[in-house]
């Protein structure tokens, strides 16, 4: 028979989740896959626990890698599509889990629509243990439903252009054509890999969207999407603006994205962005760093005046060496902090 599934799963001192990640694909009730595990040079036992399960089930194969860290993630990730003899390829991060039905129901969907090139759907956040669940990520528009399968090819890109709507731990590509394209991307600064894949893959074919969850991402604040938020927006914003221009040549795709929409939407996604970093950076005791993310939140350019004033709040609350996880509490808001 041959393989069907190749997972890939970049790890970096994620000893605290490694063995329930893994397991979530262990109980997974479609059997034909296999499992790379890309250890970026973790200090901690992630090699040590990943190799035992590695050497109880011949599936699963841990690679040591020496540390080249997020800024090259794209190359631990590649590496793995050179190992790989799956027709499709899912990604597994280290510390995320899935829903024990996520490949079947992908492989049945893509199986039967040969014109999708990656099957997706929604995640629900939870926190560190997760005791708590935050919310079904994207929160979605009524309106977003209809660009989500991206078809006419290229639609999603209304939506790509400006935010990344498909959780990476929720998607099944065809390996033929992340070849294509060069497998995985990255550049721009960014520590991510999945938004320049998709803004890519979205030129290719349709999407296959499920609304039903199939994974849990876990929200903690050593995660780089907490502790690089504005370099990861300034570099999203460079991502688009290239990509629109060069996607743009191809008169077929479906997108109706200017370049002054993106500038006027990443100017107030920055805002936040700082505003948000510097949350983060307070749980971390990093008192001074956050002040400087909240004033560049209050005097950015902009109206978004909610976040401004989150800022403002923030910043007071540095100088007395608090965090801002009580006053969410008391909000009845999630805290970030557990």
Known sequence: ?????????????????????????????????????????????????????????PRIKVFNRENIGIFRLAENYNFAIQQA????????????????????????????????VLAWSPAIQVNIDQSLSFQVSPATKPEDYKLFENNPVGNILNILFFRNCIPALTSLIRKDVLVKIGGFQQG????????????????QGTFHFDPEPTGR??????????????????????????????????????????????????????IMAYSREGRYLLIKKEYKEARINYRKAITARGGEYVWKLRALVGLMLSFLH??????ARLLKRPSYKN
């Open 217 to 270: 991402w876990r929200v903690y604040p050593g995660q780089t999407t907490k502790t690089h938020l504005v370099r990861i927006f300034s570099g999203c914003y460079a991502l688009s603006v290239h990509n629109l221009k060069e996607l743009s040549k191809n008169k077929s795709l479906s997108f109706t994205v200017k370049e002054k929409d993106i500038t006027s939407h990443f100017d107030k996604v920055m």
């Open 322 to 327: 608090l965090d801002v996880e009580w006053l």
């Open 85 to 116: 003899q799956g027709k499709y390829i899912a990604i597994l991060e280290g510390d995320d889990i899935w829903e024990k039905d996520k490949l079947s129901r992908q492989v049945k969907a893509l199986d039967q629509r040969p014109e999708s």
């Open 188 to 203: 721009y600064g960014l520590p991510l890999v999945d938004l320049p894949t998709w803004q890519l893959l979205a030129a």
């Open 1 to 57: 028979m041959d393989l069907v599934v190749s997972i890939i799963t970049p790890a970096y001192n994620h000893a605290a989740f490694i063995a329930e990640c893994i397991q979530s694909a262990l109980d997974q009730d479609f059997e034909n896959w296999e499992m790379f595990i890309v250890n970026d040079g973790s200090t901690d036992e992630t090699a040590l626990i990943a190799g035992k399960f590695a050497a109880a089930d």
